[in-house]
Nanobody
Framework: QVQLVESGGGLVQAGGSLRLSCAAS????????MGWYRQAPGKQRELVAT???????NYADSVKGRFTISRDNAKNTVYLQMNSLKPEDTAVYYCNADGIATMFGTSVASWGQGTQVTVSS
């Protein structure tokens, strides 16, 4: 069973920075896409950024130029560097992994438990 464990959330003032990490475990051979999503109170979960195993990235317009996604394929870990944070970035951030090949076969897409990011004005 694939597990995703996030870390790095917290409280920061507007204009500050945070770095989120998410490590995948579970006899994994490879992961096609890893990404970050977020859900603010009363809103639907939305895409923040994704990255393929080959390094192709995709960002929500709202975070372009401020957030950077990266990954370490050898460690099955994805990162999200968040700079110039705004109060509207406040949300629970979820890690996602899809296209997971394990020693037991292909795994369904997996989600982390979420980490809270709060940006004060």
């Amino acid at each position: 069973q694939v597990q995703l464990v996030e870390s790095g959330g917290g409280l920061v003032q507007a204009g500050g920075s945070l770095r989120l990490s998410c490590a995948a475990s579970g006899a994994i051979f490879s992961i096609v896409v890893m990404g970050w999503y977020r859900q603010a109170p009363g809103k639907q979960r939305e895409l923040v950024a994704t990255i393929t195993s080959g390094g192709y990235t995709n960002y929500a317009d709202s975070v372009k130029g401020r957030f950077t996604i990266s990954r370490d394929n050898a460690k099955n870990t994805v990162y999200l560097q968040m700079n110039s944070l705004k109060p509207e970035d406040t949300a629970v951030y979820y890690c996602n992994a899809d296209g997971i090949a394990t020693m037991f076969g292909t795994s369904v897409a997996s989600w982390g438990q979420g980490t809270q990011v709060t940006v004060s004005s």
